[in-house]
């Protein structure tokens, strides 16, 4: 762009009501890394660096001079680029309140409902919460659902965060009875419940004593809080409404490695695209970002085109919507209600379709920021989008300059390819023309994803069909899906076959037969689970053939019949049911000292700062002025010889250190165990294990410089990944077997033996913080300072003392707290930080590092996948004779405490049942995946289901309740168990009882019974 006299080069914005000047912008940098690097503003935390979790959520408000309002969104500041908040006001955590002035309402209120454990989620609930109300001082409760979508919390569970906040809500806190699920106030007039249950708060207790209602306490009572007043919020910078040509001015920032422009017209964005037709244009940067941060991306010339009017108008056309390609889906979300409400309701049943599916698309920060024009031109084959806009028959207007307008209808062969479009690399697309619906036109939208919201599709689809007049035969019909293939694909021959057929059971058989050849998946595409995928899109065709017939037989009541119960109730979508919850607990004695914290629901020490986001975590810590950053280079082969590293380029990189590798140290201080190193040097078994190290000026510069060190390897065979890889290969770390009485001779006189096998899978770490470590060493006897998240500060100490050969008493390991860790911060932290503490001897200054979400996941390992193959005798009452049972758990490379898991594992096998003769043979397979570790439940979840398939699997062979065989074999007071153990006070029944009637366990089975029918 040449420069104009009104190119602004400095970037100017406001953060908690200060103005933030900055002529030295370098536009690579994201909000987060700015708020928390340049300002020190640390209460914004990073959790995944791509906006799935909400740790790093802001306030963003802007003012609309034509309107003279001010609107506020929450955003993920870790994918806004800084360079997109010119004149705009950022609040962060900081900006609300803080524990030196008096608290704000939603601070206050998380805290004090236990919202927080770790903490490390809260500042960015806190600012979801916080937008919400800015926006509406009093919102509902489904509101307050929405704002909360993008919020991921690992420890506390959503339950308190929720009651802290109902209270600021319309509707929280009417609930009807006590909140309980079980509460027999809110099933009394329930459908399908039969047996209403005795009040569970005031009903009979174990002691068939009518409880007083002052025995249990509330934790809540909303008089403890002061109520909402928005008269107190700060307020929106004055200058920012004087200067409203701040928003709209051209901008042109020159980093390092690229520029960001934002033009102000048309004309300008089609020559700058001209200029540089690479370029990517960036309006919620929620692609972008997520290729530049974790595919090694650079695009060198970024454009934002959020300022073209073009581009930002929404248009009401005779023939429907035209949006432009920068609009929000938030603010599509907006005007589809408002058209909704306006028009007849046949004309938008286009727009109806695509409601239904953003109300699943991403968390509310995504949604503000995301553009339409960004889902279209990514081309994912599993965009939520495309298949809705090619089934609504959209239209897209592209442009370019040197050859002006073109309209394309998005059809078959609109995508070319993974990822490709049929748009020219010079055009740009401006709007998008959504049309209205017909009488005789129906359409609908499907998801499918792993949870229900913010989640990206399995399958998707958009299914619509025209009718001939006030007829049931088919004139047009357009069936697309995501998810079944490389782009959204068209089932065009089965959309062709089924045009002129009327609406009836034979197209519904015609159409499955026929998509399942227009969909072929081989069983090898990307993704995996074909089977299920093509099933999916199958009942996705099921339920619109289901839908679209309920609408016939509303419209033509005389040619089509009503559906059937079992008809209506397979597309009946299940209830919404807002959240409700109470948490009770036993009041103290009145003789309790008043200093006796047991029993008293306090609220714990850091609560208030986690909410005010004062709390410390390692990375928050201040910088030392001579600090320098670590970045690991880690193998990319899971099983080869390391033949050669080549450091030569990352060195050349400006502001890199040094290279540290296995070179830097003695073999005998590299081993660290008999089967782990500080830095792999001969032979890498398995991704994701360090070779080596960069440390650079900054976090930035080492990053990339780690992606520049090359390794040559040659591949060595075998590659053992599965535990049936293990079992072939023989390969295992030990083997230990447990014996109680005499297995074989109990299963040969058994009346009945059954065998089988399961097979439990893994599960990542998602500790909100990530592995982070700081490192300083002291001028003084070679002591080392270590500021660590582990959950295992000696085990720290004794290996730093080890590698850097000096006495423990010289290693000081500090831990203040974590941001979460749930076992895969006991073994691992010692692996990160014990490069760093080379490095910093070395160079003799602070080293640090916070591993991003994805080095996380593939250095540190998780929850071991196992295998149970079982052998077990039982009698014709079900009563448990003998159990015979390989567990296999697959350790990855090395050993870590995975015995131990497995003996759990052993030891947990029997669950809650008593059997006279056990075997069981526990295996720690060793193969080539990243190292297992401890893991919630450590074991036993695994060997609990184990237990229970085996308890189920009788049930079904016998034709008898599983619950039955449950209660006749579990153990009893007096009872020994398999690994030995006499139980005293067994309380197993008690328990089991109290689940039952606490879950309303047979109330809820009957209503599933009824439904199921
Ligand atoms: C946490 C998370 C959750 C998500 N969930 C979903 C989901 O549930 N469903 C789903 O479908 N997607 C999802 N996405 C993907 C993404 O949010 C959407 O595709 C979004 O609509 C992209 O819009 P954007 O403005 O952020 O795109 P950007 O990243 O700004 O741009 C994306 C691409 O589009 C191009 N582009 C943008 N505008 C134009 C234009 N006018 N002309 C030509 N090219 C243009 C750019 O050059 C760029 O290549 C998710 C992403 C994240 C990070
Ligand atoms: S969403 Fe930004 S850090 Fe997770
Ligand atoms: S308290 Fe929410 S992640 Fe730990």
Redesign the pocket.
Known sequence: MADTEDTCKILVFFVNGKKIQDPDIDPEITLLYYLRNKLKLCGTKLGCG???CGACTVMISKYHPQEENIRHYSV?SC?TPVASVHGLAVTTVEGIRSTRNKLHVVQERIAKAHGSQCGFCTPGMVMSMYTLLRNNPIPSMAQLEEYLT?NLCRCTGYRPILDGFRGLTSDGMVIEGCGRADCCKFLRDKPGVINVPNCPVNGINEDNNVLEENDISHILYENDFKPYDPSQEVIFPPELKVHPELQTQNLEYRGPRLIFYRPSTLQQLLKLKAQHPEA???????????EVKYKNKLYPVLIN?SNIHD?TAVKRLDSGLQIG??V??SKIGQILREEIKERKEHQTRIFTAILEMLK????KQ?RN???????I??G?P????NPLLMAARATLTFCSKERGERKLLMDENFFTGYRKTI?LND????YVHIPYTSMDEYMYSYKQSRRRG????IVNAGMKVIFRKENDAVQDIVLAFGGMGPTIVMATNTMKELTGMSWNSSLLERGLSLLLEDLPLSPSAPGGMTEYRRALALSFFFKYYLNVLRQLSLRMPDKVSPLAEEELRAIEEPEHMLPRSTQLFQKVPPSQSTVDPIGRPMIHTSALKQATGEAVYIDDMPHYENELYASFVYSSHAHAKIISIDESEALNVDGVVRFFCARDLAREKNRVSKDNVVFVQDVVTCVGQIIGMIVAKNQPTAQRAAKLVKIQYEDIKPLIITIQDAIREKSYFNKWTLYKGNTESALNTSAHVLEGEMHVGGQEHFYLETQAQLVVPSCEDGTMEIFSSTQNPTDMQEKVAHVLGVLKNRVICRVKRLGGGFGGKETKPPFVAMPLCIAAAELNCPVRIMLDRHEDMVLTGGRHPFLCKWKVGFSDQGILLAIDADLYANAGYSLDISHAVVQNAMFAMDNAYKCDNVKIIGYVCKTNLPSNTAFRGFGTPQSTIFAEDIISRIAAFLNANANVIRERNMYRTGDTTHSKEILERCTVRRCWDEVLDQASFHIRKTRVDTFNK
């Open positions: 791509e906006g799935g993920n994918l993008g990517r244009l960036i309006v919620g940067n929620t692609e972008v970002g997520v085109p581009l390609a920068s929000t889906l699943w698309f991403a968390g995504i920021v995301a553009a339409i024009g960004g889902n031109m990514t994912s599993i965009s939520d989008l748009a055009e740009i697309l401006l913010d989640d990206v599709a």
